[in-house]
């Protein structure tokens, strides 16, 4: 009995110093969070003083604005999140985007008839023309469009950015289409001739005669792309969407 007591002991003193060690954990743990917590609104605090510093440059200087949203990010600031409040009142950048996503949209339903829904981005970027546009006369960069139309993407599947190719090349969708990579693949396969035809892509991608026409021929249904019948020796798909027009 004495030495079942003495378990029963042992066992009751281990799991209160398991116990007093978990306590002791938790009370570790909180009190990072709130180191952190502080840390953060520091960060926060030092980032408001900067923009408002800095305001003109951030709302004049594209590539300064840049350096300035990936600061944000690196705390989980989203500038962007609302056009009112503080960000709004002290940059107008919620205004600014929300100015630059209304001429993306007017460029890309502008050129639907023509690109059927693909456009490329330095493209769009010639095309929306912001600075004349613009009570602010704002420069725009290629990074502005991109942060501008992922905010788009409350409106739908309707505006997406594809890459295509190696470096940093991308076509804006504006139409409601769901391209999966089998699609993207076909467009990185015809973005150097602006067409394909379905030997092409079993050549490229490697794909089986069934494959290559599920997915050409979805994008024909969807109107992204257009068939040449006349073609020999067999049809050729083309991509308007593909061709840069600048004009």
């Avoid at 799991?15 to 954990?25: I, M, S, T, V, W």
């Avoid at 989203?78 to 919620?94: C, H, I, Q, R, T």
Wanted: charged share 25%.
């Amino acid at each position: 009995m004495h030495r079942r007591a003495g378990g029963v002991g042992a066992i009751n003193k281990k799991r209160l110093a398991e116990a007093k060690f978990k306590d002791k954990g938790t009370s570790i743990a909180e009190d990072q969070i709130a180191q952190m917590s502080k840390q953060l609104e520091a960060f926060r605090t030092n980032l408001e003083d900067f923009a408002g510093k800095h305001k003109t440059e951030i709302r004049k200087n594209p590539e300064f604005r840049t350096q300035f949203q990936e600061m944000c990010a690196t705390i989980g600031v989203d500038p962007l999140a609302s056009n009112k409040g503080f960000w709004s009142e002290m940059l107008g950048v919620g205004d600014f985007y929300y100015e630059l996503g209304v001429q993306i949209i007017e460029v890309c339903l502008a050129t639907q008839h023509r690109n059927g829904g693909l456009l490329y981005l330095n493209e769009l970027l010639i095309k929306v023309d912001y600075k004349g546009k613009s009570k602010q006369a704002q420069d725009v960069s290629a990074d502005d469009l991109m942060r501008a139309i992922k905010k788009l993407k409350i409106l739908g599947n309707g505006f997406t950015l594809l890459k295509v190719g190696d470096g940093n090349t991308y076509l804006v969708q504006s139409v409601p289409a769901e391209l999966n990579m089998d699609h993207t693949s076909v467009l990185q396969a015809a973005k150097d001739t602006g067409n394909t035809s379905v030997s092409q892509l079993k050549r490229q991608l490697g794909w089986e005669d069934e494959r290559a026409k599920l997915a050409i021929n979805y994008m024909v249904k969807e109107g992204l792309a257009w068939v040449d019948e006349q073609a020999k020796p067999e049809k050729l798909y083309w991509f308007p969407g593909l061709f840069s027009d600048s004009a």
